[in-house]
Structure formats: structure tokens, C-alpha cells
């Protein structure tokens, strides 16, 4: 039965995605590669940066907690 069921899911997620491909700005962007990378990396940056402020703050409330200075 799982395995029924991660084949559909990996079926309708394939399927979803598809779509995707289409972006006309991203499927531009393939052909100028100086663009494309800017664009890419411009994009991984910010999906980056909440990541990094929460695990900022999650290492910061960790430490407090170790150290019993807690003001809760």
C-alpha cells in the first residue's frame, strides 16, 4: 500500500510541476547565462535569509535555555 501511494503522489507532483517548466522568465533566462545566474542566485539568497534569522534566533533561545538565563 505505501508504495501505491508514494508512486501517485510522486505521479501528481511530476504532473503539478509541470506547469512550471513553462515560466516564460525562467525559460528565457536559459538562454543568457550571465541574467540566469544573477537572477538564480538573487532568488536563493532571499529564500535563504528567513532560514537564517530563525535558526539565529532558534540557536539564541537553545543557548539561553542551557545556561538557565531565561526570562520567561
Known amino acids: 500500500m505505501r508504495h501505491f501511494v508514494f508512486t501517485w503522489t510522486l505521479a501528481a507532483t511530476s504532473l503539478v510541476s509541470l506547469p512550471g517548466l513553462a515560466c516564460p522568465t525562467c525559460k528565457g533566462a536559459l538562454h543568457d547565462n550571465g541574467v540566469a545566474t544573477g537572477?538564480?542566485?538573487s532568488?536563493?539568497?532571499m529564500?535563504?535569509?528567513?532560514?537564517?534569522?530563525g535558526m539565529f534566533w532558534a540557536?539564541?533561545?537553545?543557548?539561553?535555555?542551557?545556561?538557565?538565563?531565561?526570562?520567561?
Request: no cysteine; aromatic share 8%; glycine share 0%.
Open 43 to 45: 532568488i536563493l539568497f
Open 47 to 53: 529564500l535563504a535569509m528567513p532560514i537564517t534569522i
Open 59 to 72: 540557536l539564541l533561545i537553545h543557548r539561553m535555555r542551557r545556561t538557565q538565563q531565561v526570562i520567561v
Open 39 to 41: 537572477y538564480a542566485v
